[in-house]
C-alpha cells in the first residue's frame, strides 16, 4: 500500500486526546506509560467515519469506525501503546502514524467479544510501509456498509491475500499462524547449525522441510 487516504471533511472530528484520558479507560501499568512518554508526542482523533458523517450505513457488527493520528517521537510504535488506545475506544480504529515527513498506517482486527458484548477482542497489528505525506491520495472506496469500509483498510494493510472462502477473521488467524511458524523455522534453522551428530541433523532437517512447507500453503 503506497497511498494515503483522502477522509472527507465531513467526517473531521480533529480532536486531541490528552494520555492521562486513555490511562483513565485503559489502565495501562507503569512501563506502557513510559513508552506513551517516550515514543508519543500528540495523539488526534481526527475522524470519525459513521453513518451521518460519510453516509454509508452501519453493518456487519461496526457502527463506526475512528481514526487516529499518532504524531511520533521515535520511528518505532511498540504495539502496547496502540493496544491501550484500542482498550479506551469501543469502536474499531485505523492508526495513521506520522514521522518525520511520512505515514503509515497500522490497525488490528478488533470486534466485540462473544463471551462479554461490553469487551472487545483485538488481534496482532498490521502495518504498512512508510509513505511520504506528499504521496498520492485517494478517496475512500465505495463500499456497501461500515464493516465492508474496516474489511477493505484491513485488506490493504494485512500481508496476505483473502482466499476465496475466508472470512476476516480465518485471514487473522491464518497471518497468526504464519507468524508463529515462521519464528519456528529460525530456531530450528539455529539449531541445525549447532548440532553435531548426523542422524539429529538429518531430523531437524525433516522438521524445517515440513515447517517451510507449512509457510508455503500459509502464504497462498
Not at 3 to 24: M, Q, S, T
Not at 91 to 96: A, D, E, K, Y
Amino acid at each position: 500500500m503506497k497511498l494515503l487516504y483522502d477522509f472527507p471533511k465531513a467526517a473531521a472530528f480533529g480532536r486531541v486526546v490528552a494520555k492521562n484520558k486513555i490511562y483513565e479507560h485503559a489502565s495501562p501499568n507503569a512501563k506502557v506509560k513510559e513508552l506513551f512518554v517516550q515514543e508519543v508526542e500528540k495523539i488526534t482523533w481526527a475522524y470519525k467515519l459513521s453513518p451521518a458523517t460519510i453516509n454509508i450505513p452501519a453493518g456487519e457488527g461496526v457502527q463506526e469506525l475512528q481514526i487516529f493520528v499518532i504524531t511520533l517521537r521515535t520511528e518505532t510504535l511498540a504495539q502496547e501503546v496502540l493496544q491501550t488506545i484500542d482498550k479506551a475506544i469501543p469502536s474499531p480504529i485505523l492508526f495513521q502514524l506520522n514521522y518525520n515527513g511520512k505515514s503509515r498506517y497500522m490497525a488490528a482486527y478488533k470486534r466485540p467479544s462473544e463471551a462479554d458484548k461490553n469487551k472487545w477482542v483485538i488481534s496482532s497489528y498490521f502495518e504498512t510501509d512508510w509513505i511520504t505525506d506528499n504521496a498520492e491520495k485517494t478517496e475512500l472506496p465505495v463500499v456497501l456498509n461500515m464493516g465492508t469500509l474496516y474489511q477493505t483498510f484491513l485488506k490493504a494493510i494485512i500481508p496476505l491475500p483473502f482466499r476465496d472462502t475466508e472470512s476476516l477473521n480465518d485471514l487473522v488467524v491464518r497471518v497468526d499462524l504464519l507468524s508463529t511458524r515462521e519464528r519456528e523455522a529460525e530456531k530450528v534453522g539455529a539449531r541445525i547449525k549447532k548440532e553435531k551428530q548426523f542422524n539429529r541433523r538429518v531430523d531437524l532437517n525433516r522438521s524445517l522441510n515440513e515447517l517451510k512447507a507449512e509457510i508455503d500453503n500459509l502464504k497462498r
